[in-house]
């Protein structure tokens, strides 16, 4: 069987009200859940995105299986109770998992567990039934442990929608934070850095740095990752699959800076989880575009919020690129020290706070339902609102429809190959920025920064493209447009420091040091970008 289910965490202040609010209604059940999750010494199952438990449910012992679904909400479920805690991989002979289960070369091992107080509920909507699960408890690998703290949203039966409504209802009433990480995945990340750290304490002589750097790669920010389309796809199959990677990105580093594996003990957040947060986001936006007008206009609501968002994050990150990076180097070229405006403490932003709005935590449940199909939920106020199918919908279904619609009495149009099309826009987006940029240093400051923006779109587009387009000569062309996205963002972050240190001169004489060092590097880069553009306008990677 499949189940489809959205998780949210419950931050600290909202988990006695969130729980006595799933007991009010008719139904509610408690119960105690013991889970020991398998694998192999060297991960065969997580790596093939498989969970293998096997868990005491009040007194019944229940082996579980669970494989990845077509989408990030759903996975195949494989349940089959137990007389005692001990697994039987002969169950799954004839099954879906058969062939992840015969792969196995190594004895599989108790790798993590977990140990929850569940209350379940059942809610109906106008859509379908939900079944609601507040979970309370810990995840445990060694000695390491990770608080949980999630309620959880089942489709018994109907529509996804059901899900999405009941969520995001939730959500806004609670201040609940998203996050797509599954109990096996956190736990098999613990498992990880307790292994290591393990290692560590084996080594006193280095046992100090590496338990440090366990830790911090259980933190560690989450990168693009690539994205493998068929050539052959529709345009609105290969935007989901793209959607989702990017959406992942996103939800993965903002559930690291609100603090949801640490309860605000510990600041897992650093500014790198922001930049890679915003890379998603920069990433989202250049899948839009490099898909316009061949699926349906992504809602007016989403696009939006998303600068909004994406603007917030970056007034934190310009503060970390001044701090960390530019000035640095400002006092290595010998400026004297010059005290940086700090924001007060009713100014500052404070990116767990960010993180954890309950505007942008809307904002991507909805984003996450419009990129499986689901309308984003309405905001009036109703409850239960039904949205309006002629300015959203499926993306599958409005590509079938525009490509099977007659282009005369008896004539299908066959609409160009996702190659071909991806083929021709990323060469018609190459040739108007190496036209600009074959004269950049006489360009305006704003049109500079159109043109890097540009740049990147071109470069995150190019990422998704790779898997269809002539691997020999996309990976020359990377490589040569990363050289000039590096120096456009060094003469960016310039640009920005010099505004800020500009701020600075009438009380601190000494920050007209940093605008002539400034100055100076900013005509050099414009001349370096010149000649980058030059090369790059060469390579021929989408044109014949």
């Known amino acids: 069987m499949s189940e489809q289910e959205i998780k949210l965490h419950i931050p600290p202040a909202a988990r006695k009200t969130v729980s006595q609010a799933v007991l009010k209604g008719d139904g509610a059940q408690r119960i105690a859940l013991r889970a020991l999750y398998f694998d192999t010494p060297d991960r065969a199952l997580a790596r093939a995105g498989v969970a293998l438990r096997i868990r005491l449910e009040g007194r019944k012992w229940v082996q579980t299986l669970k494989m990845p679904g077509p989408d990030s909400i759903t996975r195949l479920e494989l349940n089959h109770p137990r007389p005692a805690a001990e697994l039987d991989l002969s169950l799954y002979q004839g099954t879906p998992a058969a062939d992840v289960i015969a792969a196995l070369n190594a004895p599989l091992s108790i790798r993590y567990e977990t140990d929850v107080k569940r209350i379940t509920r059942k809610v109906r909507t106008r859509y379908g039934t939900v079944e609601l699960a507040c979970d309370s408890g810990l995840l445990r690998a060694g000695a390491l442990e990770l608080p949980i703290n999630e309620l959880e949203f089942e489709l018994v039966s109907g529509r996804q929608q059901a899900l999405f409504t009941l969520a995001r209802r939730w959500q806004q009433q609670y201040g609940l934070i998203m996050d797509l990480r599954s109990k096996a995945e956190r736990g098999d990340a613990l498992a990880t850095a307790a292994q290591e750290i393990s290692r560590s304490d084996s080594a006193p002589s280095h046992g100090d740095p590496q338990r440090h750097a366990a830790i911090q790669a259980f933190w560690a920010p989450r990168m693009a990752c690539s994205v493998k389309l068929d050539g052959d796809a529709s345009s609105a199959t290969a935007l989901t699959a793209i959607g989702i990677e990017c959406l992942e990105q996103i939800v993965h580093n903002a559930a690291i800076l609100a603090e949801i594996d640490t309860d605000g003990h510990y600041r897992a957040g650093r500014p790198e989880h922001i930049h890679q947060l915003r890379v998603g986001i920069r990433r989202l936006r250049s899948a839009w575009r490099l898909f316009q007008d061949w699926v349906e206009a992504v809602p007016d609501s989403l696009t939006q919020e998303i600068r909004t968002h994406f603007n917030a994050f970056g007034n934190v990150r310009d503060g970390d690129v001044l701090s960390g990076t530019v000035t640095p180097r400002l006092l290595a070229a010998g400026m004297p020290p010059v005290p940086l405006p700090t924001a007060s403490s009713g100014d500052a932003v404070d990116p767990r706070a960010l993180a954890s709005n309950p505007a942008f935590q809307g904002w991507l449940l909805d984003l996450l339902g419009w990129t499986l199909g689901i309308p984003p939920a309405t905001r009036s106020g109703a409850r239960d609102t039904v949205p309006t199918p002629t300015t959203e919908g499926n993306l599958a279904d409005v590509a079938r429809a525009v490509a099977a619609q007659p282009t005369s009495a008896g004539e299908l149009r066959t609409p160009p190959t996702l190659r071909r099309r991806l083929s021709k826009r990323l060469q018609r987006w190459h040739l108007v920025m190496v036209r600009d940029g074959a004269r950049f240093a006489a360009l305006s400051e704003t049109e500079k920064h159109e043109l890097r923006k ?91």
């Open 454 to 544: 540009r740049g990147k779109r071109l470069r995150y587009a190019l990422s998704f493209a790779t898997s269809v387009l002539p691997a020999a000569r996309s990976r020359a062309y990377r490589k040569r447009l990363t050289a000039v996205q590096e120096l456009l963002g060094e003469f960016n972050d310039l640009v920005v420091a010099r505004e800020a240190y500009r701020s600075l001169t009438a009380q601190h004489p000494q920050a007209w040091f940093a605008l002539g060092w400034i100055a100076a590097r900013l005509e050099a880069l414009a001349q370096e970008a010149q000649v980058e553009f030059g090369r790059l306008a060469q390579l021929r990677p989408f044109g014949r």
